[in-house]
């Protein structure tokens, strides 16, 4: 629909026309997969894909939510007055938590407002359709009243929101891509200090495709808590030997000196990929920067082979998408995007050979899985910002 429906619904729904818009897009990540909370580097970007918000100030201290995408849901009303979680009001408590979280950090929001989205982020996906509403919602309402929020202090918000408005253990990559995104650049963001480089992600002859296996992401959070422990025991080991504070302080040449020491393989294994991951986002750095497609498209191989491998974070529908990109010319690279057990991978794909590689993909998937995937193209895209028209 894009914005220009979406204002034409909010004066439908509201009675009155919306007075400002805003877009906050989705995030993939290139590389550096499951090392954020290792203390490593993660290397993503915003894409074009993402939520649209118009949005009306309103003179009391309501607030009423509209969102395109749940439309049997109606509008959901609020007050500022109130703002603790409420399970029956669903994905709204995403934005309200946000709500919450500035107020608490002394950047309480006066007056409420009527605010209609529309997002074209699959849901369930994992390009972080949840994390684009958050922070869309802390923009729009930092812009509308001018609450003095900063970009990076916007990612921090909508952080804690999840981690203890929602009880959501995530790092705070996807917001801080999503906050900060920048046109035709990916970022290295070293999630342990929040410092950050751009570096260009343009390729003349390429794309980024986003194959989508189309299944929910069941047993997410807790496979992804189980690996959050099985790394805490790796750490315990690491410092027997080594002072260091995060497992992503190691090189791989350091862990490997002190494998004898880990009785348990698995508990290595896990180790190894967010140590040897870390250490590809460096190479990434300086491949992208000279523009090497293959070099970064090996990269993007080696990752995979260690989340399937190492982490064990892939399954049948990821590794048929990826594995069967892989083998058709034209494909660069491939790899698991997101956490993992379903959602979506992502290649860098020559322009000419896009449609080929759908057009195969598609069909041994289908004959592999039994339903259809499905493909998006995507260009590394700005972070959240008002639509002025």
């Known amino acids: 629909m894009g914005y220009e429906g979406l204002k034409q619904v909010f004066q439908e729904i509201y009675k009155s026309p919306g007075e400002r818009v805003f877009f906050a897009p989705g995030r993939i990540n290139l590389i550096g997969e499951h090392i954020d909370y290792n203390g490593g580097n993660v290397f993503p970007c915003a894409i ?16 009423r939510f509209y969102s395109t995408n749940m439309p049997e849901k109606g509008v959901i009303e609020i007050s500022l007055d109130d703002l603790s979680y409420n399970k029956e009001h669903g994905w ?3 934005p309200k938590g946000v709500l919450y979280m500035l107020a608490q950090s002394n950047k309480e929001v006066p007056f409420g407002f009527d605010i209609a989205y529309e997002g074209n982020i699959p849901n369930g996906s994992g390009l972080s359709s949840s994390a684009s509403i958050s922070v869309l919602t802390c923009w729009v309402v930092n812009e509308l009243y001018n609450l003095g929020v900063q970009p990076i202090e916007c990612a921090q918000i909508v952080q804690k929101t999840e981690n203890e408005y929602l009880g959501v253990s995530t790092g705070i990559m996807d917001q801080f891509a999503i906050t900060m995104g920048k046109e035709k650049y990916a970022m290295l963001l070293d999630t342990s200090d929040l410092s950050y480089q751009y570096v260009p992600f343009d390729f003349e002859d390429a794309t980024l495709l986003i194959m989508n296996t189309c299944k929910r992401r069941e047993l997410i959070e807790s496979a992804y808590n189980t690996r959050r422990d099985e790394c805490e025991q790796a750490l315990k080991i690491v410092r027997e030997v080594y002072a260091v504070d995060a497992l992503c302080s190691l090189s791989l040449v350091q862990l490997e000196a002190i494998q004898n020491r880990f009785e348990d393989e698995t508990i290595y294994k896990r180790a190894r990929h967010a140590v040897s991951e870390n250490e590809r986002t460096h190479k990434a750095v300086d491949v992208l920067t000279l523009h090497d497609a293959n070099a970064f498209g090996e990269l993007m191989n080696q990752s995979h082979t260690s989340l399937r491998d190492d982490y064990e974070v892939t399954g049948i529908e990821l590794d048929t998408l990826v594995q069967t990109a892989q083998s058709i010319e034209g494909t660069y690279g491939a790899r698991v995007t997101g956490a993992g057990f379903g959602g979506c991978s992502i290649a860098l794909v020559k322009h000419d050979a896009v449609s080929e590689v759908i057009q195969k993909v598609r069909s041994v998937y289908v004959d592999t899985i039994g339903y259809e995937p499905a493909f998006y193209t995507v260009t590394p895209s700005r972070g959240v910002h008002e639509i002025i028209e």
């Open 92 to 94: 709204t408590n995403y």
């Open 48 to 63: 074009d894909l993402g939520t649209y918000a118009v949005v009306k100030k309103r003179e009391d201290r309501i607030v």
